[in-house]
């Protein structure tokens, strides 16, 4: 008797043009997903996660932590890149090889030679945990594409266009996915619905995002 080891369909990866400028690479992390986790530990028992607060007050509901060069943080005084985690006062941990290499290798196969990130933002969500639409633009050079990297528990983002009021799109993204926004998709509005409850076998009921940015 053969073993059922993938139910319906066998894993795959394939690549999704979404829109202009924006690629899914179905399935490109999975083979690395658990190094990945590891150095998300590693990261995060020395810059541990945290709700931070937006400059109006509220806390996001995805926990974060970061790792290189700068991180991406948001207080009271507005949102930045900045050097050093204002938990502890000292500079975030080294970003690990195995981050930079997938995202370099993502964004080439996207396209975008040489991608060299100098930050990376860690968001974990847990049950109810979402993210609004917004625009990542407190980076220096645009040109620079932006890799995401999915762990764990899927989620639907949602991607619009250049204004807030413009429809957005739903797309599921699911454990191991990878996606690199450049060009025109850089600039567009995009967030993600609320995570469902759940289990994953290699993150319990959490998802886990990277995000590679060019902030300097
Ligand atoms: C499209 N994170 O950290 S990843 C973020 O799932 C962020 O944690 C979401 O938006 C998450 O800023 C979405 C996909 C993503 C990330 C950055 C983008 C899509 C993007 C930047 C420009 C356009
Ligand atoms: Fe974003």
Redesign the pocket.
């Known amino acids: 008797m053969t073993q059922d080891l993938f139910g319906e369909q066998p894993p795959e990866q394939t690549v999704e043009h979404l829109m202009d400028g924006?690629v899914v690479l179905r399935q490109f992390a999975l083979a690395e997903a658990e190094p990945l986790l590891e150095a998300i530990g590693t990261v995060t028992s020395e810059a541990p996660f945290r709700h931070m607060k937006t400059p109006g007050g509220h806390a996001m509901s995805?926990a974060m932590s970061c790792c290189g060069q700068l991180g991406?943080v948001t207080d009271s005084r507005g949102y930045r890149y900045q050097s050093e985690d204002p938990e502890s006062g000292r500079p975030w941990p080294d970003m690990p090889e195995a981050f930079r290499e997938l995202a370099r290798s993502a964004a080439e196969t996207a396209g975008f030679d040489g991608f060299d990130p100098d930050a990376c933002?860690i968001?974990r969500?847990q049950p109810g945990a979402k993210?609004g639409l917004?625009?990542?633009k407190d980076e220096d050079d645009f040109s620079q594409p932006?890799v995401?990297v999915?762990l764990g528990l899927p989620?639907v983002?949602q991607?619009g266009g250049l204004k807030r009021s413009e429809r957005p799109i739903r797309v599921p993204?699911g454990h191991g996915d990878v996606?690199v926004?450049g060009g025109p998709?850089?600039?567009?509005y995009?967030?993600?619905l609320t995570l469902k409850a759940g289990e994953h076998p290699l993150t319990g009921g959490y998802?886990y995002?990277l995000?590679f940015r060019r902030a300097r």
């Open positions: 924006a995805a991406w933002l968001n969500y993210m917004h625009q990542d932006i995401s999915s989620i983002f991607f993204l996606v926004w998709a850089r600039m567009r995009h967030g993600v998802r995002n995000t």
